[in-house]
């Protein structure tokens, strides 16, 4: 039993080696950092005393002087993602896709713009992620929560994963719950339960402080954990050549509106369009065909 363990822990230990080796061979350092891998490590090791920096989310500052457990549990979560390398490149790379409009339409909607790495806990950022509780995309809305805010969710389409529009239903949400709880962390933090069950905790423990109220474990390591992608990604880019993956990420593309249409593939080709590409631009249409109604595609330019 102990000689099949032992095997066991290095045949992992061989396959994570590989994987480290195809990473870094894939991405050459050259093209992806300024530093070496080393410097980077020791960057984060000097980090590590959270007395010598100042973090916050939503203009709230993380409390670390309260307790040290507050203190711990920003530095698990902080430890776990700086750690990943992979993980953070990967971040970065959808982040050059998707940051850009969600900062722009959280500006428009006055909501703070560290609500962008909810995203990112939400996610990881991957475009057609869908729980087992069948929250899908980026934001995780749940089908009925995403009719409230004006999403489609039916045979046809899920507008849950059109990035614009669930976007902006996420953006009114965050209003709302600010609305409803008169601070951003919970507001926050509301987006992993729901707004009535943060205002019942902020009632019966008499706490208006989303770090010193008692609740469930997720939901409390929830803004600490955007807390800590916001300052582990920005620490990572420093060392990351953002000029390089932009151009790499880059993809033209251009909007065009349509009505109904009764065979989408057959559009596709009367129209000079791959219906691959329609289909990966435009992953919110779940047929062949889309229902009367003004839609807005997303399509290659040619």
Same mark, same amino acid.
Request: hydrophobic letters at 40%.
């Given at each position: 039993m102990k000689k099949t363990a032992r095997l066991s822990v290095l045949l992992a230990s061989i396959v994570v080696c590989l994987v480290l080796l195809i990473f870094f061979s894939r991405y050459p350092r050259h093209d992806l950092y300024r530093h070496s891998f080393q410097e980077y490590t020791q960057h984060i090791q000097e980090?590590?005393?959270?007395?010598?920096?100042?973090? +916050?989310?939503a203009g709230t500052e993380v409390p670390f002087w309260v307790n040290d457990t507050i203190t711990n549990r920003f530095e698990r979560e902080y430890q776990n993602i700086v750690s990943n390398i992979p993980q953070l490149l990967l971040y970065t790379k959808r982040g050059i896709l998707y940051f850009p409009y969600i900062k722009q339409?959280?500006?428009?909607?006055?909501?703070p713009e560290d609500f962008i790495y909810l995203s990112?806990?939400? +996610?990881?950022?991957?475009?057609i992620a869908i729980s087992p509780a069948w929250a899908a995309w980026i934001w995780q809305f749940l089908?009925?929560?995403?009719r409230e805010y004006w999403l489609q969710v039916d045979g046809y389409v899920d507008e849950r994963l059109n990035f614009e529009k669930s976007t902006e239903a996420a953006a009114q949400y965050f209003l709302n719950a600010y609305d409803a709880l008169g601070d951003w962390t919970l507001a926050a933090a509301s987006f992993n339960r729901w707004v009535t069950w943060i205002k019942s905790l902020v009632t019966d423990q008499k706490e208006t402080s989303y770090y010193l109220l008692t609740m469930n474990e997720q939901t409390w390591r929830y803004v600490f954990r955007a807390t800590a992608v916001k300052y582990a990604l920005?620490?990572?880019?420093?060392?990351?050549?953002i000029k390089n993956l932009t151009k790499e990420m880059n993809s033209q593309t251009k909007k065009v509106q349509v009505g109904s249409i009764e065979d989408i593939a057959a559009w596709s080709i009367e129209n000079s369009y791959k219906l691959n590409d329609l289909k990966e631009l435009n992953p919110w249409i779940l047929t062949n065909q889309l229902p009367d109604w003004e839609w807005v595609l997303h399509l290659p330019i040619k």
């Open positions: 980090k590590a005393a959270l007395e010598d920096r100042w973090y +916050s989310f339409i959280l500006d428009e909607s006055w909501v990112v806990i939400e +996610s990881d950022l991957y475009p089908p009925q929560t995403a920005k620490d990572f880019q420093k060392f990351v050549d």
